[in-house]
């Protein structure tokens, strides 16, 4: 296949689900930057770092289960070990040997957690707002954004509903992050592209059994995470602490700090083309340091 930034709409079942994916850049390739949104996200809101991206990389954004256009969980799993798996399957459906992971929030504890589990996979990893410890605050601002409303006529009163949660995007970033968080309904509305169970924590299983509860202390997948990592933050972000970031980076052994200006927890919103070019500059150093 040809090289292009273009991206590419793609299914695949892996874990006895069909995920969707967007792909772009060189798809010969057998190592891919594989990128994973955060929680209620979906792929589309890489779409300007991917593209950005896909000039010089294979990229593949994922929806993640119950997410976007990919299956939701029968069984109502939603468990960090069950999401790790799922990434398993996808890599070894797609013939990729390598990945690069690239992961946001909820995606970024996915990522970190992989990487610690197949050390022989990742090459490298960015993990954007995903600390062991977030804030209450943080929390609560995606609790009261998906609490606004469930039913939405038009796009426009999405986006009208994003700008307070929103503010260092640009219009035109919010209006793409509209389009990116929810899915059109068959009278012609819309709602939030995700499985709904996600926002009632009372209809979910309340116990997992002992195997989903694998993998959920992240510090732990922390201490195991061999892969050069770069750990990324917002300046104005309201969902980590430049202590928890620290405590992080001191944990991984030679990880590397990237600041955002000017970007809250929505860093690829925010600001895709630094979130982009920080990405860029740390890989490129990746491949240029010496043996």
Same mark, same amino acid.
């Given at each position: ?88 399957? /996808? ?6 040997? +390598? ?26 990893? /960015? ?13 609560? +601002? ?92 917002? +300046? ?15 944990? /991984? ?39």
């Amino acid at each position: 296949m040809p090289v292009t930034s273009r991206s590419h709409n793609q299914t695949v079942e892996a874990n006895g689900l069909r995920f969707h994916y967007h792909e772009s850049g060189d798809m010969r390739t057998k190592h891919a930057l594989v990128l994973l949104h955060s929680y209620g996200e979906t792929a589309d809101a890489w779409e300007e770092v991917a593209i950005d991206l896909a000039r010089e990389y294979r990229v593949i954004a994922l929806d993640q289960r119950g997410h976007g256009l990919s299956a939701r969980a029968p069984d109502m799993d939603y468990s960090r070990a069950t999401q790790v798996e799922d990434l398993a399957a /996808i890599v070894e459906a797609l013939g990729l040997r +390598t990945v690069t992971l690239v992961g946001h929030g909820m995606g970024g504890a996915n990522a970190l957690c992989f990487a610690a589990e197949h050390p022989d996979v990742v090459t490298a990893l /960015i993990a954007i707002e995903a600390t062991p410890e977030v804030l209450r605050s943080g929390i609560e +601002t995606l609790r009261r954004l998906h609490a606004a409303g469930s039913r939405f006529q038009t796009l426009d009163e999405v986006s009208d509903l994003l700008r307070d949660f929103y503010p260092y995007a640009t219009a035109e970033q919010v209006d793409r992050r509209a389009r990116a968080l929810v899915l059109p309904t068959e009278d012609g509305s819309y709602t939030w592209a995700f499985d709904p169970v996600l926002r009632d924590p009372a209809a979910r299983p309340p116990e997992p059994d002992p195997g989903q509860r694998r993998l959920a202390n992240l510090w732990e997948c922390v201490e195991h995470v061999q892969c050069p990592v770069m750990i990324v933050s917002g +300046t104005e972000t309201d969902m980590v602490t430049p202590e928890a970031i620290q405590r992080l980076h001191r944990r /991984i052994l030679g990880s590397r700090r990237s600041l955002i200006e000017e970007a809250g927890h929505a860093v690829p919103t925010d600001q895709p083309q630094a979130l982009a070019q920080h990405i860029r500059e740390f890989l490129q150093s990746l491949s240029s340091s010496p043996l």
